[in-house]
């Protein structure tokens, strides 16, 4: 009996206690949501296996396993970053147009749905971790071989947070660059450009591997490096629908029949060329294209037509092939998977590009604000200058900063009997 005269107490209080402030409930699309959250674990296919595969294939085999290594812990150092820190400083609704604040610190505050949106906040945050990871992990190529897991990674995430989150900010985050009314759809110049400039600073801070004359050494697995490639063919053209942020054809449609179009495109000339310069084609070369015309139609895939993405994809197999042989051989810059040349031309041809393919003479969508070919060129190109030079000086400074508490090279004789060996493989 006890127990029961208890609630006429509970009821009295709960009268008395005031009423909870009514909360608007934010309405988002139920099959935008879907869409995005797809296209989100795509993305991550497009980092795991995708990249990691791709970049372990083409290194020798005494160095598959470290290389599958220093990526997965990249993957998960940024990951980290990105979610307590990184999402916050670079999409906060308040900040400046160069950088934004911790209001999204652990992605607080983060369950209403974004000016112009139709899906949870949360939901775009964990879309833009894909991007956030893409970056980096193209990047850590270039060193393969020779560098330190311990300085890859902490490297890996200091880059992150100090060049890919400001310009993220500049370009996605309503920042200076957006304010201009710069195209980048997916990522060419936000993922594939900083990628591919970063990759060239840390080669040459790096050095050369033992042995290497300006030609690839014998790859480990190109099949491995095959099917790593058709994975993040895949996640890749699936990133550039889930940017549309709908779930709609003219918007996820459009820019996946683009980004297909274009790596089908370039992966055919590149084999092409291969066969009127050596006689023979690879299977490693097809997927260099494919990869080219991934990174070159990034920028343009929702502002092109089928015709924009044709042509952006063969110049893409042509300056990209056309490069390799200017940085190994006449720089003689050991970029050890050919990052810059395949990504960072890649990433910048297309940006400039799109430009040119976005107008509707070209079946295009045009422009805003009354932008033309020529006005949208040179934003474009003011685009392309800004975020290469900020990312080439904060990549040097950052590539010998971080090396002056962690040793940037391996030991000579563990680059000699190669990064699997288990020693060497648990030293940071």
């Not at 150092?77 to 652990?106: E, H, K, P």
């Amino acid at each position: 009996m006890r127990v029961f005269s208890i609630f006429p107490v509970l009821f009295l209080a709960a009268m008395a206690a005031p009423a909870a402030a009514h909360v608007p409930v934010a309405i988002t699309d139920s099959g935008d949501t879907g869409w995005v959250l797809t296209a989100t674990l795509f993305a991550l296919l497009t980092v795991l296996p995708g990249f990691a595969l791709f970049h372990a294939g083409r290194v020798r085999a005494k160095n598959m396993l470290a290389m599958l290594l220093e990526i997965g812990a990249v993957v998960a150092a940024v990951s980290v970053l990105w979610i307590t820190v990184g999402y916050s400083l670079a999409f906060s609704a308040d900040g400046s147009d160069w950088i934004g604040t911790l209001s999204n610190f652990m992605f607080a505050d983060t369950l209403a749905v974004r000016d112009g949106q139709s899906i949870g906040e949360i939901v775009f945050a964990l879309f833009q971790m894909g991007f956030a990871l893409l970056a980096p992990v193209i990047m850590i190529g270039a060193a393969a071989e020779r560098a330190r897991l311990g300085w890859a990674v902490l490297f890996a995430a200091l880059w992150t947070l100090l060049v890919y989150v400001p310009v993220a900010r500049w370009v996605w985050g309503a920042g200076w660059l957006a304010d201009m009314g710069v195209i980048d759809y997916a990522g060419g110049l936000t993922v594939h450009m900083t990628a591919g400039i970063a990759g060239l600073i840390v080669a040459l801070t790096l050095g050369r591997r033992k042995g290497w004359q300006g030609e690839d050494f014998m790859p480990a697995n190109p099949a491995l490096a095959f099917g790593g490639m058709a994975l993040l063919w895949i996640g890749s053209v699936a990133m550039a629908g889930g940017a549309a942020l709908t779930a709609s054809d003219l918007g996820a449609g459009s820019a996946i029949i683009n980004s297909h179009f274009a790596a089908a495109i370039s992966a055919l000339v590149w084999i092409a060329l291969e066969r009127r310069a050596v006689g023979h084609v690879t299977i490693t070369g097809f997927a260099l294209g494919a990869v080219a015309g991934l990174a070159a139609i990034a920028p343009a895939a929702g502002s092109v037509g089928p015709l924009g993405a044709l042509v952006i994809g063969l110049l893409a197999a042509i300056a990209c092939r056309a490069m390799l042989p200017v940085v190994r051989i006449r720089l003689g810059i050991d970029d050890a998977l050919g990052i810059f040349a395949v990504h960072g031309i890649g990433g910048l041809l297309g940006t400039v590009l799109t430009a040119v393919f976005s107008a509707s003479l070209f079946d295009g969508v045009g422009y805003t604000d009354g932008a033309g070919i020529v006005s949208q060129l040179g934003i474009q190109l003011i685009a392309v200058a800004a975020v290469g030079a900020w990312t080439a000086v904060v990549t040097l400074i950052l590539g010998y900063g971080v090396s002056a508490g962690i040793r940037m090279r391996v030991s000579s004789d563990s680059e000699e009997r190669g990064l699997d060996d288990v020693g060497d493989s648990l030293r940071a």
